[in-house]
């Protein structure tokens, strides 16, 4: 049975560092067997058919052979198309959005990992607000992402088991599902 999911790179194509080009990671997921391969950006937003449904498995796959085969270490989220309408479904954050690039989705592999935010939601953000879902946090920065610093207590919290992306982005890979 075929599998519709979204690969989640986390930080590449930042500045000049760990660049990877999305033809070659097209190419690499076609080689390791998934089809209808289709990237969205230059930031590591990849949608494919999968013959396995265990997206931690193929996020694991895809760190070894992305580090293998292109040189490049970097955390994979994988989700499922039905994950990834739940995490749409989920925010709650929608009513106080007016700008979809300053709402942030943050992906982890480990859904445990949200309980180390938990102390970020009882602190007072000004124009920023946090919300925990059950697959997926979601920040708004009201002034904007440079400036905010719960995006900052956020980061610093989960480090690099999170990646984050914009609203729009999310809405865009959906529509790519």
Do not use: F
């Given at each position: 049975m075929a599998?519709?999911?979204?690969?989640?790179?986390?930080?590449?194509?930042?500045?000049?560092?760990?660049?990877?080009?999305?033809?070659d990671l097209r190419a690499?997921?076609?080689?390791?067997?998934?089809?209808e391969v289709k990237t969205l950006l230059n930031s590591g937003n990849v949608v494919f058919t999968s013959p396995h449904a265990n997206t931690r498995a193929v996020a694991a796959r895809l760190e070894k052979e992305i580090e293998a085969?292109?040189?490049?270490?970097?955390?994979?989220?994988?989700?499922?198309g039905g994950?990834?309408?739940?995490?749409?479904?989920?925010?709650?954050?929608?009513?106080?959005?007016?700008?979809?690039?300053?709402l942030l989705v943050g992906i982890v592999n480990d859904h445990?990992?949200?309980?180390?935010?938990?102390p970020l939601r009882k602190q007072e953000w000004g124009n920023d607000a946090l919300a925990v879902g059950k697959l997926a946090s979601?920040?708004?920065?009201?002034?904007?992402?440079?400036?905010?610093?719960?995006?900052?207590?956020?980061?610093k919290s989960l480090k690099d088991s999170v990646t984050t992306r914009n609203w729009s982005t999310i809405l865009k890979l959906q529509a790519m599902l």
């Open positions: 599998h519709r999911q979204v690969a989640l790179l986390r930080g590449i194509n930042v500045g000049k560092a760990k660049r990877v080009a999305m033809a690499l997921l076609e080689k390791l067997g998934y089809t085969k292109l040189g490049i270490q970097a955390r994979v989220m994988v989700l499922s994950e990834l309408t739940s995490i749409i479904k989920e925010n709650s954050l929608l009513k106080v959005m007016d700008n979809p690039s300053r445990a990992d949200l309980a180390k935010i938990e979601y920040l708004w920065c009201g002034d904007g992402i440079l400036e905010s610093k719960l995006l900052a207590a956020y980061s």
